[in-house]
């Protein structure tokens, strides 16, 4: 089993940066890939970005430029730094990590919003 405890949400004015935290507890060995996704009120939740164990990064176009995925391995935490935040990136931010086995562990949840 895996735990995750996201931090770092919150209030900001648009333009302004935010970074969110994930720190991964328990079975951290069996994880592969972490990263987010995220759910606006009214709207489906969607990819935001995802980091590998090497290290490989992809990234949702409309984040692209503007937030970057990092990993700490000793840590078993990834951050979420998010830059030139927009009112439309207000949203629940969700971690998430894919085990080797297949399996896909979610936290929490943390608020972000970005006010016009």
């Known amino acids: 089993q895996v735990q995750l405890v996201e931090s770092g949400g919150g209030l900001v004015q648009a333009g302004g940066s935010l970074r969110l935290s994930c720190a991964a507890s328990g079975s951290a060995f069996s994880i592969s890939a972490m990263g987010w996704h995220r759910q606006a009120p009214g709207k489906q939740r969607e990819f935001v970005a995802v980091?590998?164990?090497?290290?490989?990064?992809t990234y949702a176009d409309s984040v692209k430029g503007r937030f970057t995925i990092s990993r700490d391995n000793a840590k078993n935490t990834v951050y979420l730094q998010m830059d030139s935040l927009k009112p439309e990136d207000t949203a629940v931010y969700t971690c998430y990590a894919a085990g080797y086995s297949g399996r896909a562990y979610w936290g929490q949840g943390t608020q972000v919003t970005a006010s016009s």
């Open positions: 980091i590998t164990s090497s290290g490989s990064t």
